[in-house]
Nanobody, 123 residues
Framework: QVQLVESGGGTAQTGGSLRLTCGLSGSSPGVNTMAWYRQSPGQQRELVASISGRDVTRYSDSVKGRFTISRDNTKRTAFLEMNSLKPEDTAVYYC?????????????????WGQGTQVTVSS
């Protein structure tokens, strides 16, 4: 069972920076893609950034050029560096991980979520 532990949320002023961290717990097996999603009150959860097992990154248009997703060498910890923050970045940020296994010759995909961490950007 994969367990994700998030940290790093908090409050920043417009134009400021925050760094989110998401790590797999000690006994968790490895995962393939890791990503960050966010959800504001009354809004659907949206993808912010993702990084594949081969470190290919993708970003939503709203954060491109301001946020950077990365992983450590073990690929067990992902980071989201958030710069030039805007009030509209305010949301609960969720870490997401996907593990793909081959079972009886077929791909089996499992998705896991962190508990969420609040990011608030004041104007």
């Amino acid at each position: 069972q994969v367990q994700l532990v998030e940290s790093g949320g908090g409050t920043a002023q417009t134009g400021g920076s925050l760094r989110l961290t998401c790590g797999l717990s000690g006994s968790s097996p490895g995962v393939n893609t890791m990503a960050w999603y966010r959800q504001s009150p009354g809004q659907q959860r949206e993808l912010v950034a993702s990084i594949s097992g081969r470190d290919v990154t993708r970003y939503s248009d709203s954060v491109k050029g301001r946020f950077t997703i990365s992983r450590d060498n073990t690929k067990r910890t992902a980071f989201l560096e958030m710069n030039s923050l805007k009030p509209e970045d305010t949301a609960v940020y969720y870490c997401n991980a996907v593990r793909v296994d081959v079972v009886s010759g077929r791909f089996q995909t499992r998705e896991y979520w962190g508990q969420g961490t609040q990011v608030t950007v004041s104007s």
